[in-house]
């Protein structure tokens, strides 16, 4: 297993990040003891969970996958430094948490007592912001004219973001959490918290969170340019594009059992007539090359310069075992040149 340094902490995380959040509704406990558990035997360090899961997010499914970690940790405790363990803030929007209000700096410290508690730990490694109180343009709001940034309030904004950043540091000086992250964010939001840091001597974020695959790059090269220069880890969500490059997906198949037979939160949004045509010739290259699509997939993922870790989730342990040796893949520059043409032609798919 390779090894990253977290951003500016001194934290290593191995290159793959364990998600979790299927756990609690398509996988049980049982499931979930046997991921984490083989994900350790194969030298993975870095769990990522959330308040808000399991999904899709609902109030009977709130809180379940960080109490399922929370039940393996009381039972190997003595593992429990060995790992890196990150969960988030639910942002603004679901009703069945705080009332759909916006973070803030003393909902931060309520949130992360309260995942404290279901994790069964006495601190987190780091605690990130799930999704910003403003709009960001993600959920394939990426697109020019979908959101106005000039009618957003900036200077409110960024009073707001100050108090959760004082919030954040209230945490840190508890012992409560070690370091903190964004996720879904953008280049502004990351600069701003750290103008603020800077300013009044406050913690840094360490890392972000955003989707990005061969499906949704957006993030590839601005904000990707600005975390290797800022000393910000850059992590990978859905680099699998909601398991739409593994193949499985194509042309309208719903298997089984499958993500995408439950209902979504955001709708299917990634299930474009570009995506299926682009996912059709991944799915091609990575025959040609002896590969299957998700190795593909996940192995550009993490060729990609400034990618720290990536995070990735499975429902089945074939799955998780396919998906980590991805990892061990080093992709050919014939390889590469043939993703390369794919991606030229579908950019943006969605």
Same mark, same amino acid.
């Given at each position: ?10 934290? @290593? ?11 609690? /509704? ?86 992360? @007592? ?79 918290? /750290? ?55 194509? @042309? ?99």
């Amino acid at each position: 297993m390779q090894f990253s340094r977290l951003g500016s902490s001194k934290l @290593d995380v191995s290159r793959i990040c364990l998600g979790s959040m299927t756990w609690g /509704l398509q996988n049980n406990q049982h499931d979930a003891d046997e991921q984490i558990n083989y994900a350790i035997s194969k030298g993975i360090n870095f769990i990522d969970t959330a308040e808000m899961y399991a999904v899709p997010p609902s109030k009977d499914t709130y809180g379940k996958t960080e109490a399922i970690i929370g039940d393996w940790l009381s039972r190997h405790s003595e593992k429990r430094e060995q790992l890196i363990i990150a969960s988030k803030i639910a942002g603004p929007g679901l009703s069945w948490v705080r009332n759909g209000t916006p973070i803030s700096g003393q909902s931060v410290i309520e949130a992360v @007592d309260g995942s404290l508690t279901r994790l069964k730990t006495d601190y987190i490694d780091v605690y990130q912001l799930h999704w910003p109180n403003r709009t960001s343009p993600h959920f394939a709001k990426h697109q020019p004219g979908q959101i106005n940034f000039s009618h957003v309030n900036a200077e409110q904004e960024t009073a707001d973001m100050l108090d959760i950043l004082q919030g954040l540091n209230e945490c840190i000086k508890a012992g409560k959490i070690r370091h903190w992250g964004l996720s879904d964010d953008t280049t502004w939001g990351i600069n701003t918290y /750290l103008k603020l840091a800077t300013l009044h001597n406050l913690p840094k974020p360490v890392s972000i969170q955003n989707e990005f695959s061969l499906l949704h790059a957006k993030d590839w090269p601005y904000l990707i340019e600005n975390c290797v220069h800022e000393d910000i880890a850059y992590l990978p969500w859905s680099p699998l594009a909601a398991g739409f490059l593994t193949g499985k997906y194509l @042309d309208g198949a719903r298997p089984e059992g499958s993500r995408w037979t439950i209902t979504q939160r955001q709708g299917l949004f990634r299930d474009t007539q570009y995506s299926n045509e682009a996912t059709k010739r991944y799915v091609n290259v990575a025959k040609q090359h002896g590969l299957t699509p998700a190795q593909l997939a996940l192995a550009w993922c993490n060729q990609v310069d400034g990618v720290t870790s990536t995070i990735i989730g499975a429902t089945t342990m074939s799955q998780l075992k396919e998906n980590l040796t991805a990892f061990d893949t080093a992709l050919s520059t014939q390889v590469l040149a043939d993703i390369s043409e794919v991606f030229k032609q579908y950019p943006a798919p969605f």
